[in-house]
């Protein structure tokens, strides 16, 4: 991968911790996240968005619910702490940096 492409990943995620913070019980889904991500300039396809998702699952950022076409997710405690930066994760960016 490329830097630009390392770069755009790191901003994607943090995109996805923030939005997600401020949704009401902290969920949404992988259509809804997509479409976030593009009206931030950070379009990516529904698959990255997916890959995404799941990367931030494994951290233990968000929870994640598999409904065939679609993901469900939810924010957790420490996801919330990186989406405002009390907490910091190599591969997503540091809000405000």
Known sequence: MSKFADFLREHQRLV???????????R?????????LT????EASRDQVKTEIHWLGEQGLLTVEDLDS???VKL??????????????PGIKPPGA
């Open 28 to 36: 949404s889904n992988s259509s809804v996240l997509a479409q976030a």
């Open 16 to 26: 996805i911790l923030r939005v997600l913070s401020e949704m009401p019980a902290y």
């Open 39 to 42: 009206s931030y300039g950070l």
């Open 70 to 72: 679609v993901l469900i």
């Open 76 to 89: 957790t405690e420490r996801g919330s702490d990186v989406a405002v930066g009390r907490a910091k994760v």
